[in-house]
């Protein structure tokens, strides 16, 4: 395929969430006067999606999270349309109005969605919920307004503990149900992970570990009033969250010839996608949780991350890439990094602790529950994490950068001694 | 007015919560949580919040177009 040589004047961005309209922001930025069209399955305007399980479900201010956008950004939104299918050959999208979409430059930002519970009859019950857009957080709150007996959710991730925490907030009953030894083992490694186990359980929490959720009981409305475990253990709740993780919305790629896979859309280093023989489509590139990207500060491995801070800066090089010409492309490259808000803790974590193999606590202290703690493999600082410790971060996401020796940073001022210790088991 | 504040980058200095008490608190120590979508009539406050906040966090727009500044070369 040769690439792109006009400039481009019309720019279709597939997505309207924060990663797409994060480009169309960055595509006014680098001077881009062409048209910009955004499309979104959902009927709201871009909204921003972490408030919903930190805030929203509490009540605290409005639900409306609607993103800022600059006043001149003139872009034209199809909202309630989804792509049903790409034409890379013709550069066309066709969209579930029936009608098509013809691009110069296209950006696929279409995300995840929630996995849902996998039994389709038991996940259509009305007391059944899944959190991943505004609709589902104000069911959910909804459903919470009803103050139910106890809630039950299930699956130790982020937004299950997120939730839980909301659900302490509103004076709930709240039983977690976790498949592993440990919440958040897989985000945080053991160490930290123990640390929010005793943590949820000391905010009353009814944290089950290794537990499995067979199946529901219902009543003669259907509702939900009780899960059976695998060991054939009962537990009663009147709200069941599914908090199953997510999956990626690739289906309307299938028949592309695009590299696909549940990790996204492959991509090059300049955000363009590839084809299923990786040869570059020049025209189509990707960004935020879809996009399955080769990261040169981890040696060139491909992740995918469902984070907000890669979908505004994985948008950002997209969209001048769109608008430059080969001879103007940049590659992206970013040190992992979210944050989470849960049992009025504050736990932000850079680079990526995956392959982790030690962990050594370098501020603060686990029992004071304010920490900072590096992780290191193969002798190399590969991630932090902080628990109300967010200003000593930077420091440490320079180190995890460089992939300085573990650990990094000795003889600090206010510095513990440093015990590193190893990780009851790398992590995944 | 829309507001949206990059919690990877916010270090709980809360600079914003004494700038607009009413649309951003501190949720336990360093948790920041925070009105996304204040009354046009909190304008001064929220804009106070953003040029506070020593790390550059918060993005505010408001919802009332804000008529273009006139270009040097008009006058």
């Known amino acids: 395929m040769t690439a792109p040589t006009e400039a481009p004047r019309q720019i279709v961005i597939v997505g309207a969430s924060l990663a797409g309209l994060s480009a169309a922001h960055a595509l006014r930025d680098v001077g881009y006067g062409g048209r910009i069209i955004l499309i979104g399955d959902e009927h709201e305007s871009p909204y921003d999606r972490p408030p919903l399980s930190k805030q929203v479900l509490r009540g605290l201010y409005g639900a409306d999270t609607s993103l800022p956008q600059r006043a001149d950004l003139d872009a034209t939104f199809r909202l309630g349309v989804s792509a049903l299918e790409l034409d890379t050959l013709a550069h066309r999208i066709y969209l579930s109005d029936g009608t098509q979409i013809v691009y110069d430059r296209l950006l696929i930002a279409t995300g995840t969605r929630a996995r849902p519970w996998p039994n389709g009859a038991e996940a259509a019950s009305s007391n059944v919920y899944t959190l991943r857009g505004h609709a589902d957080a104000e069911h959910l709150a909804r459903g919470l307004a009803w103050k139910p007996r106890r809630v039950l959710i299930i699956g130790g991730g982020f937004i299950g503990c997120e939730i839980a925490s909301c659900c302490r907030d509103l004076g709930l009953d709240v039983t977690l149900a976790v498949r592993g030894a440990l919440p958040l083992a897989h985000a945080l490694g053991s160490v930290t992970a123990a640390f929010m186990r005793d943590v949820i359980r000391d905010c009353g929490v009814d944290l089950r570990l290794e537990t499995e959720v067979a199946r529901f009981q219902a009543d003669a409305d259907s509702r939900v009033v009780a899960a059976i475990l695998r060991t054939g253990q009962r537990i009663e709740a009147d709200c069941v969250v599914a908090a199953l993780g997510a999956l990626r919305n690739t289906e309307w790629l299938a028949g592309a010839g695009l590299a696909v896979s549940p990790k996204g859309v492959r991509v090059d280093a300049h955000c363009r996608v590839l084809s299923t023989t990786r040869a570059v489509v020049p025209d189509v590139f990707a960004a935020g949780d879809i996009a399955h990207w080769p990261s040169a500060i981890y040696g060139g491995r491909h992740l995918a991350v469902e984070h907000w801070g890669n979908a505004v800066a994985q948008a950002e090089t997209a969209a001048r890439n769109m608008a430059a010409g080969e001879a103007g492309l940049v590659s992206y490259d970013h040190l992992p990094d979210f944050w989470s808000q849960q049992f009025g803790l504050n736990i932000k974590l850079v680079g990526l602790p995956a392959g982790a193999d030690q962990f050594a606590v370098v501020q603060g202290s686990l029992r004071d529950r304010r920490f900072i703690g590096v992780y290191g493999a193969q002798g190399r600082t590969v991630a932090a994490v902080s628990v109300d410790s967010a200003r000593w971060l930077p420091a440490y996401r320079a180190a995890v950068t460089e992939g300085a020796p573990f650990p990094p940073i000795v003889g600090a001022l206010d510095q513990a001694d440093i015990r590193p210790r190893p990780l009851a088991q790398a992590v995944p | ?75």
């Open chain 2, 1 to 75: 007015m829309k507001v949206v504040v990059d919690l990877n980058r916010c270090q709980a200095y809360a600079q914003c919560i004494y700038a607009a008490p009413d649309h951003f608190a501190l949720h336990g120590a360093e948790a920041l949580v925070y009105d996304t979508a204040p009354d046009e009539a909190a304008r001064a406050e929220i804009e106070r919040a953003v040029q506070a906040c020593p790390v550059r966090a918060i993005t505010a727009t408001s919802d009332v177009p804000v008529p273009m500044p006139q270009k040097a070369g008009d006058r």
